[in-house]
């Protein structure tokens, strides 16, 4: 059967940014099912029969998540949809929330009535500013026409959804540093736990999913979970949104069964390499965190189970190409950099590590490093992996200890030219 595109369907439909377009096509059929057809329960319960895995990065199943979420307690229940999306390139939920506000809401809004909370959040990044403006308005449409507010749609269920604007710091996508961002503090990752299903924001029990999980929410309470099963792998089911930037000659965001390879992405869907004399010579699969793969790795279907066993992660599903004109050291440097910058310095590992890791790249890419500072990649990212209150740490570690495993001899190379051998050879 063929496949068919359903969180990008309305992309390229400018008609579905007013309540009237989205509609038109079937908008808000969802919300009305499970409001006047389905309890709260029934509702999470189709969520778990889809088996969909959140797809913010950890990839855990999102009912069973949305079970954790104590119903009826003294405090209400809250539910923020992460659309932070600052992993280095990871631009899906951007789509959604630039063509398709009214999925974005409709899914948040789905999702709050099976968890029982009445007032859910949006934390948006910052820098998505037209995307801010888009999902406001439409927002604000809902408010006027009676779709949020008390008794929604004629039924006894009161909702209202708030957009929290983010100011620019990737650790606040951490769901942790995000309620803390959210709540007007520093965005600062907590310890856990307490986890956010027992005592979230505001100290009540709050679920936090990825945008593009709750985009999937209206099709599986419309549809049903044997059509998101059907759909992919076992234990990797549903469409997925796939970012692929770098260097190939159509970047952009694509919808797919998990049963793609990273062959099949870059050169059939993302038109192949820029240059079709510089073949790839790596890719890292989910965005900036996760190891990279070589180009001889690139067989391996993208799905959350197949990319775990070849030691990698679907994360983000921010696919970044690189090809053999790239130099290693200066692609990890760069990486460093940035986790750098974003660590927010709680904890020491990560607050010296990243610097640590940057600074010793640096020097390698500009002719300064020694045979020394190879093992001492490893080391440094062994020392920050599993040593912090966040994964962030883990995010910066990993692809150093990957990068340098892989790519060894390039790094080595660093040391006996004194430079980076990719620039004579570029240069040339
Ligand atoms: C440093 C860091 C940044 C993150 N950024 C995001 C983000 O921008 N968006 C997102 O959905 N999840 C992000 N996450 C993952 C969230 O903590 C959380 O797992 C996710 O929002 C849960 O949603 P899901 O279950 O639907 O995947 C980040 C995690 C870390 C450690």
Redesign the pocket.
């Known amino acids: 059967m063929a496949f068919e595109k359903v969180l990008t369907r309305n992309v390229g439909n400018p008609a579905v940014l007013s309540l009237a377009g989205y509609e038109g096509v079937g908008g808000y059929v969802a919300l009305r099912k499970a409001l006047k057809e389905m309890t709260p329960l029934e509702v999470t319960e189709e969520v778990k029969k889809s088996g969909l895995r ?7 199943p ?1 009912g069973v ?1 949305w079970g954790f979420v104590p119903r009826g307690g003294e405090r209400p229940v809250y539910l923020i949809n ?1 659309a ?4 280095p390139g990871t631009f899906k939920d951007r789509l959604l929330m630039a063509h398709d506000p009214h999925l974005v809401l409709e899914g948040t809004m789905i999702s709050a009535y099976a968890l029982e909370c009445h007032h859910a959040f949006i934390y948006i990044r910052g820098e998505y500013v037209r995307e801010y403006e888009i999902l406001m308005a439409a927002l604000t449409e809902l408010r006027g026409k009676g779709y949020l507010g008390r008794g929604i749609l004629g039924s006894d269920y009161d909702l209202q959804v708030t957009i929290v604007r983010g100011a620019g710091a ?2 606040c ?3 942790t540093a995000l309620m803390n961002s959210l709540e007007g503090r520093r965005g600062e990752p907590r310890l856990k736990p307490p986890f956010p299903a027992q005592r979230g924001i505001f100290g009540s029990p709050t679920n ?4 593009e ?1 709750l985009a999937n929410i209206p099709f599986i309470i419309e549809r049903g979970a044997a059509w998101f099963t059907g759909i992919g792998k076992e234990r990797n089911a549903g469409p997925k949104l796939y970012c692929v930037s770098g260097h190939v000659r159509n970047p952009g965001v694509f919808e797919l069964p998990m049963t793609i390879t990273c062959n099949e992405l870059i050169q059939e869907h993302a038109g192949g390499m820029l240059h079709s004399g510089h073949p790839v010579k790596a890719f890292i699969p989910g965005g900036s965190s996760v190891p990279v793969l070589r180009a001889d790795e690139l067989d391996v279907v993208m799905s959350y189970d197949d990319l775990a066993e070849a030691g990698t992660m679907l994360g ?1 599903a921010g696919g970044i190409v690189m090809d053999e004109t790239t130099c290693m050291v200066d692609a990890l440097r760069n990486l460093e950099a940035f986790y750098d910058h974003e660590s927010c310095g709680q904890c020491t590992p990560c607050r010296q590590g990243c610097g640590w890791l940057h600074s010793l790249l640096t020097r390698l890419e500009n002719g300064g490093g020694v045979e020394a500072d190879i093992p001492l990649i490893t080391e440094l990212a062994d020392n920050i992996q599993g040593h912090t209150i ?3 740490g883990d ?1 910066a570690a990993m692809p150093a200890r990957a990068m340098v495993a892989k790519f060894e001899d390039e790094f080595r190379a660093h040391v006996t030219r004194k430079g980076c051998p990719l620039r004579d050879k570029v240069m040339a």
Do not use: H, Q
Request: glycine residues 18%; hydrophobic residues 20%; aromatic residues 6%.
């Open positions: 959140g797809r913010g990065g950890a990839g855990f999102t998540k992460n932070d999306e600052s992993e990737y650790i996508g951490e769901e936090i999913n990825n945008t999980t983000s966040c994964p962030l995010a």
